[in-house]
């Protein structure tokens, strides 16, 4: 997916000025591109010039590339995700690209991080966006399924809902 990103950054560099700002830990500086925001005030989510996903948060600019780093994002899942969809096709869409949103943006990885969360609200959010993922998408996530199954924090109901889904995956898959 990463390839879609640059590809889709590429087309717009000639007509855009990145933000600059100092990745953390490293403290090296990179060129992003803001494309949503998070929360208020001014928390971001956007690109690298190199198509990976970056979040500004108050402390710098943390990279989004193991599941774990996706923590910093899940506030995201407070909004429906037909929200966010259009947010981010009508950024693009100004810029005069048309994108594939499922593509370019990493909400399997944003649910994941909700389920995996462990604490009733965000996985009930993360639910909500799971099932607006495609078919493939919710497969990948039964690791993350089995967890809020075997919790023994989350509700009874999340529970339960965690096991008719991967019920229903594992009939999907003969």
């Not at 990948?140 to 919790?151: A, C, G, R, T």
Request: glycine fraction near 4%; hydrophobic fraction near 40%.
């Amino acid at each position: 997916m990463t390839d879609y990103r640059r590809s889709v950054l590429e087309a717009i560099l000639p007509r855009i000025t990145l933000r600059h700002s100092k990745l953390l830990p490293s403290e090296e500086k990179i060129g992003w591109l803001p494309v949503l925001l998070c929360h208020e005030p001014d928390l971001y989510m956007g690109l690298m010039d190199d198509g990976s996903w970056v979040f500004e948060g108050r402390s710098g600019l943390h990279l989004l590339s193991e599941p774990r780093s996706f923590f910093r994002v899940i506030v995201l899942l407070e909004q429906p995700i037909n929200v966010i969809k259009e947010k981010i096709i009508d950024f693009f869409k100004d810029l005069d690209i048309i994108i594939d949103f499922d593509e370019l943006f990493p909400s399997f990885e944003i649910v994941r991080a909700g389920l995996e969360e462990q604490r009733p609200y965000w996985s009930e959010l993360a639910f909500k966006w799971y099932d607006e993922l495609n078919l493939e998408k919710q497969k990948k996530l039964k690791d993350s399924l089995v967890i809020v199954e075997n919790s023994r924090v989350i509700t009874q109901s999340l529970r339960y809902r965690a096991r008719k889904e991967l019920r229903k995956l594992n009939r999907s898959e003969f």
